[in-house]
């Protein structure tokens, strides 16, 4: 599998064209860099995305300290 250049889908090897965007791919070489930077891209994406989701969690858990923290009535 590899990637596209331009939109970052990912489509079938030794394709000429996105089939997303159209863009025109590069050589297997070029591809083959390419691939270990999207490998890379996509990892800090994955650290990103859980980041994001502990940051996420502990404002529920902040929202949920302060809801119990308000006086019932
Ligand atoms: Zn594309």
């Known amino acids: 599998m590899g990637f596209c250049i331009s939109c970052g889908q990912q489509h079938q090897d030794g394709i000429r064209f996105c089939r997303f965007c159209g863009n025109q791919q590069p050589g297997e070489q070029l591809l ?19 980041l994001a989701q502990q940051q996420q969690q502990q404002q529920q858990y902040s929202q949920n300290q302060y809801n119990q923290q308000q006086p019932r009535w």
Do not use: P
Request: overall charge positive; aromatic content about 6%.
């Open 32 to 50: 083959a860099r390419l691939r270990q930077e999207a490998e890379q891209i996509h990892y800090m994406r994955l650290q990103a995305q859980a």
